[in-house]
Each structure stands twice: as structure tokens, then as C-alpha cells.
């Protein structure tokens, strides 16, 4: 028998013993259906699904019951009776996205549709590891007082900020912008502080999440979310689906050597060539080198080179070589069909694309499509509620089964 024949009838046998599990399983089907597509008719789930016009009306039965959906009016403009639609319940759960950077926090609480219902942004206090843990604390208890709910009704939340989860340690590695934040335990520290189920996440990769959620990358299988800010670092989204790699370092960047650079300099060990020369520090750097006054910062250079000053001007192309060098780089490994350019640097489309494409041009047989976020600095909290709606499904169901 083929594998395939002894998975079904394997299902099969499984099914006909436990009702119970093939209504659990129907239900999940209905509501990822109604998740997906929703408003949507019964016969309308029944096609997508492949179940049963019966089946789908008892599992909507259930999922009613349980307020985990509910009805949204009546089809109309087709022929024939006009249908019941049947949606999320926005009221079934909460979840609070959260991105911790350098200079700011920014967080939002969303209904289980996804929709922000309420969202806060205060400059980072990042005296300390405790510092930063309380602030955070207080920014997602403050947003649940703006949405009208307990905090208890949060299912779920989700954090992003710089470096490399340690999952099995509790500890965010190479995250070099907040001082304390590699302390072990720290997991577990905000998960008391908040007072609910969290997962921690580099906020890159929750990036590229909110760009395939609500940006560039929504529809595209495989691309590269490369953001150029405080730090340099990129996320990954291969065959639809976040790519970590092995230690969760996927996307680091910010180490790829640089022409010059002497890769045991321990500077160069703990921040990475490219990170060291392509952030914002970076840019003020070159600035400098090239003869600009100061008081300088990357924002300044930009503009400057926009009123077409000459050194400025330079700082650019020196910096879109970089970018492109980074492009090239991953190009030949991934093969992305796009790549989005992101963060504070990142977001000047209007002076870097055309030099980047330039010069991947003489670095590269391989040339993905290169946009700007239109997100901006809202892709990171982005893409921290997506994941914490799919953790917020996922949780509700759960409680679902139990209480069926």
C-alpha cells in the first residue's frame, strides 16, 4: 500500500473510533475557513474546505456556541436566496503586539481579527534591562485601559526587539543596543512582568512577518525583509514561511565581512563588519570621514543629500554599495524574488534604489526585485500582532476542546 493510501485509511480508522476528535478537527477546519475568508456563507466553506454542506453547519453550530464566530448579515447581489455570513467573533480574545527598540516602544492591542483597537509609542528607557521590562509592563497594561478590557482578557502577546533568541536559556543574544538585554532569564522576566502567555522574537524577522501580513511581501513566497537602522539585519521568508534557521541567527547580516575589514578585531566579532559600517553610526562615520561637520546624524546626511550636497551625496553611494553588497550576497545563496528595504536608513527609496540597482548590477548575475516598506516603522508591530493572533487561534481552540 502506498503512503498515502495507509495515511487515509490510517485517518480513517481513527476517526470512525472517536467522534469526538473528527468534530474537533472539523471545527478547526470551519474556523480557519471563516479566519481566512470570512464573511463567509456556509456553502462558501463547504467548497474551500471540502467538507460536507451538514458537516460545516454542525461545526458552525459549535463554533457559535463557543462565540468564537458569529453571524454578519446576509449574501446579496447573486441569484438565488441571499445566504447567512458567518465571521470571527472580534470579541473572542485580544492580543498585544509589542517592539522594543533603542529609542522607542511601540506597542498595539488588536481584536482576534486582527484589527488595532487601540496603540502607544514612548521613548525607550534603556538605562537598565529592569528599566526597559517595567516600561513594557506598563505600555501594554496602559493599552488595555485605552481598548476597555481587563488585561486577563489578553490571550496572548508578543515581543520583538534586537538579537537572537536562546529559547532554551530564556536569553536574547547580540542584542548589543540595550544594555542588560542578553542577561539570562529575561524571557522569563517579562513574561511575570506582563502577566501572560508571550513569545519573544527578533524584531526583524517580525518584519518581514508584518510585511507579508499587510505589505510588500503579502503574496510573495520568498523574499527578504533587509532593514538598515540602528543596526543592520534582514528577515527571511522562504515558501511562505519564516525562515530562523538552526539557532534562530538566520538573517544576521550584519557579519558579513567587508573589504578591509579585519574579521578578529573583536569589534568586528561582536557587532559585524556590515552592522558596524551600514547603520546609522555607520553612515556618520563615512560623513565624518569625508570631511561633513558636524553635528551630524544619518537623518541629517540623507537631507542634506536631497538639497544636493556633494559629500553628502557620496555618504549615499557609499552606503547603497553596502546595501547592495549585502543583497548580492544573499541573492546567491536564497534566490528571493524581492527584496524590501526597511528601517530608518532603509526607507530613503528616493536617493538609495536607483544606486543600489546600480551597482547589484555590476556585483551580481542575480537581481531580485528591490522595493521600499511602505509599512515603514510600523512593520515590526505589524508583524508582532500577526504572530500573536496565530498563537491566539491557536489558544482559543484549545480552550474550545476543553470546555466542549
Known amino acids: 500500500m502506498s503512503w498515502e493510501g495507509s495515511r487515509t485509511s490510517l485517518v480513517q480508522t481513527s476517526v470512525a ?42 461545526a458552525l453550530t459549535g463554533l457559535l456556541r463557543a462565540k468564537l464566530v458569529r453571524e454578519a448579515g446576509r449574501s446579496s447581489g447573486g441569484k438565488g436566496p441571499t445566504a447567512v455570513l458567518y465571521e470571527l467573533n472580534p470579541h473572542a480574545g485580544w492580543v498585544v503586539g509589542i517592539d522594543v ?33 517595567t516600561q513594557i509592563g506598563a505600555v501594554a497594561h496602559g493599552l488595555a485601559g485605552d481598548a476597555g478590557i481587563r488585561w486577563k482578557q489578553v490571550t496572548f502577546a508578543t515581543v520583538g526587539s534586537p538579537g ?50 499587510h505589505g510588500i511581501g503579502k503574496g510573495v513566497e520568498n523574499f527578504a525583509f533587509l532593514h538598515l537602522g540602528t543596526g543592520v539585519g534582514m528577515g527571511l521568508v522562504l515558501n511562505g514561511e519564516l525562515y530562523r534557521g538552526s539557532g534562530g541567527a538566520a538573517g544576521e547580516v550584519g557579519y ?24 546609522a553610526a555607520g553612515v556618520v562615520a563615512t560623513a565624518r570621514r569625508l570631511g561633513m561637520r558636524p553635528p551630524l546624524t544619518a537623518k541629517k546626511v540623507f537631507a542634506e543629500a536631497r538639497k544636493g550636497d556633494a559629500r553628502a551625496k557620496r555618504v549615499v553611494r557609499t552606503e547603497a554599495a553596502r546595501i547592495a553588497l549585502a543583497i548580492a550576497a544573499i541573492s546567491s545563496v536564497l534566490d ?11 526607507g530613503n527609496g528616493d536617493l538609495l534604489l536607483e544606486p543600489v540597482e546600480q551597482e547589484l548590477r555590476d556585483l551580481s548575475p542575480f537581481r531580485p526585485r528591490i522595493e521600499v516598506s511602505t509599512l515603514g516603522e510600523e512593520a515590526t508591530l505589524h508583524g508582532s500582532v500577526s504572530m500573536a493572533l496565530q498563537a491566539a487561534h491557536d489558544h482559543l481552540f484549545e480552550r474550545k476542546k476543553v470546555s466542549a
Do not use: C, M
Not at 101 to 130: L, M, P, Q, Y
Not at 181 to 186: A, E, S, T, V, Y
Not at 256 to 279: E, I, K, M, V
Open 17 to 58: 473510533g472517536t467522534p469526538s476528535l473528527l468534530r474537533v478537527i472539523n471545527e478547526r477546519t470551519v474556523l480557519e475557513s471563516v479566519r481566512r475568508v470570512g464573511p463567509v456563507s456556509r456553502a462558501q466553506i463547504a467548497r474551500e474546505t471540502a467538507l460536507s454542506k451538514p458537516t460545516v453547519s454542525q
Open 101 to 133: 527598540g533603542r529609542h522607542w516602544v511601540r506597542a498595539a492591542i488588536a481584536d482576534v481579527t486582527g484589527e488595532f483597537v487601540a496603540r502607544r509609542d514612548e521613548r525607550a528607557r534603556v538605562k537598565s534591562a529592569r528599566t526597559l521590562i
Open 164 to 213: 537572537v533568541l536562546e529559547a532554551d536559556r530564556g536569553q536574547v543574544a547580540l542584542a548589543y543596543a540595550l544594555p542588560g538585554w542578553g542577561r539570562q532569564g529575561l524571557v522569563e522576566a517579562v513574561q511575570q512582568e506582563l502577566g501572560t502567555k508571550i513569545a519573544f522574537e527578533n524584531d526583524v524577522n517580525l518584519a518581514a512577518l508584518g510585511e507579508q501580513w
Open 256 to 279: 558579513l565581512p567587508l573589504a578591509g575589514t579585519d574579521l578578529r578585531d573583536p569589534s568586528s566579532r561582536r557587532r559585524g563588519p556590515l552592522d558596524a559600517a551600514g547603520s
Open 336 to 346: 528571493p524574488e524581492l527584496v524590501i528595504l526597511g528601517g530608518g536608513i532603509g
